[in-house]
Every structure is written in C-alpha cells, then in structure tokens.
C-alpha cells in the first residue's frame, strides 16, 4: 500500500513539474501549487483506490489461505460474488471500521449451513467438537463472545467484532477447516436430506438435551439463554455454560446422533455460530 502511496506522490509532482514549465510562478506559489495537488491525490487515493486494492488483495488473500473460498467461487458463484462485493463494498464505504471476520464469517456460515443438509455426519460431528473445544477457551476470555456467536441476530451491532476477531484468533483456521469439510463432503459425496423418521429421531434427542439442562439449571434459565440470551438480566457465565453443555451433551452421543441433531437445528433455522 505504501508503494501505491509512492507512486501516486511521484505522479502528481512530475505533473505538477510539467505544468510549471508551462506557468512558471515564483516559487512560493509553486510550493503551494505543487503541496496542494499532492495533497488532493494523496486523499483521492485514500478514498478511492485504497479500499479497491484492499479488497483485491483481502479476496487474494481469502483464496490462498482458505481453499473453501475457490470451492464455493466454483460452485456456487452467484453468492460468492454477492459475498465479495459486499466486502469491497463495506471496506469502500467505511474502511477505517471494516471488520473482515464478520463479513467473512457471516458468509462462510450460511453457506455451510445451507451445505450441511446433504453433508455426512462425521463432518458434521467434527464441525461440534471443535465449536466444544473453542468454547471452552472463549468461555475464560469473555463468556459474552460465546453468545454473540451463537445469537448474532440478537447482539445486532452490540457485537465487539474487534474484540472477537482477537480471541478467536488462535482457532479461526480450525473452524474454518471444520466448515470446509462439511461443504466439502455435500460437494463431493452428497447426503440423502433427513426423512421423516430421522427428523423425529433428531427432535427427540434435541428435546432430551433441553430437558436435562433443564433439570439442571431450572426452565427459566434455559429459556432465558435460548430466547433472551441478549437481555440485562441474563447471566452471560452461565448462559455461555449453557451453550458448552449443550454442545457436549450433543457430542457425546455420538457421530449419527449429532450429525443429524445439527442438520435439524440447521434446517430450522436455529442460532448459528459466526465464527471465522
């Protein structure tokens, strides 16, 4: 970026070079000529084409360090390249606030959920035992985070994306393998949708789950986690307890039983998490 800044600094004198040997003026005019035309093509390339290289080489970037984002560019173009103007869009508009981990998130997010009706268990399996594992540790940073992932529709713009994008930083390349993998599998070796005996099998596990935090941590709570986990009178500790226990409780049943609890959850629409 600098090199850019550099060249257009260059730029600007040789022409303002050029013009004075057109127009010569005393030499205080000519400072301020020559220090005023550098300034207006110094910020033209703030505003302008700072944010479209930027996002050229966040899209570089994107692809090189994240194979998921070829496959979804050949797969599913339309979206992707709605996904990518988006985020040349945003960092355009508002460069200084931009936050690559929610657009990117966001994004790789639906798509996994869309992909994960027609992935295998074992994929989706994998995908909750590394959300258990890094929950664990964002619990000790800030239990809010935990809900802000799994309830962003509820957080809306009270979400600290700086601050998650910093604790999640050491698990981001995890979770993004974990999401690759269940887009993957449905690309590569589709699944059958859930039936209708499976879709029952799924509420019933999903129902026992609930109950027993219930019994453990009493109804208002759950339903307070679940429903207003956003509200000044939710406890955030243990609703993020909540959450983890839920996950564990899921994964301890097994490959089947998750695999196909998270494809019922997905496909209802239930909270999912944003993490990149």
Not at 114 to 127: H, I, P, V
Request: hydrophobic letters at 45%.
């Amino acid at each position: 970026m600098l090199l850019i800044y550099a060249v257009v600094i260059i730029f600007s004198a040789s022409i303002v070079f050029s013009i004075l040997q057109y127009f010569p003026f005393n030499k205080i005019v000519s400072a301020l000529f020559a220090g005023a035309v550098i300034i207006i093509a110094v910020i033209i390339t703030h505003i302008c084409i700072a944010p479209v290289y930027n996002s050229w080489k966040m899209e570089k970037k994107l692809t090189s360090r994240y194979p998921v984002f070829e496959l979804l560019a050949e797969k599913d173009p339309g979206n992707y390249r709605v996904f990518m103007d988006k985020l040349k869009s945003d960092m355009m508009l508002k460069s200084s606030q931009y936050n690559e981990f929610k657009d990117v998130g966001t994004f790789l997010n639906a798509e996994m959920v869309k992909y994960s009706q027609s992935a295998s268990n074992e994929t989706l399996y994998s995908f909750a035992k590394t959300i258990l594992n890094f929950y664990n540790k964002l619990i000790d940073i800030n239990p809010a985070y935990i809900l802000n992932l799994e309830f962003p529709e509820k957080f809306g713009d009270k979400i600290d994306f700086n601050g998650l994008e910093a604790a999640s930083k050491d698990h981001t390349q995890e979770i993004i393998l974990a999401k690759e993998s269940i887009i993957r599998s449905a690309v590569d070796d589709p699944q059958p949708a859930l039936n209708t005996e499976q879709t029952q099998q799924a509420q019933t596990i999903f129902r026992q789950i609930i109950t027993e935090l219930v019994s453990q941590y009493g109804k208002d709570i759950v339903l307070a986690t679940f429903q207003h986990p956003e509200a000044d009178s939710t406890d955030q500790k243990t609703a993020a307890t909540i959450i983890i226990q839920f996950y564990s409780k899921l994964v301890s049943r097994g490959e089947t039983d998750a695999g196909i609890v998270l494809k019922y959850l997905f496909k209802a629409g239930a909270p999912k998490q944003q993490a990149n």
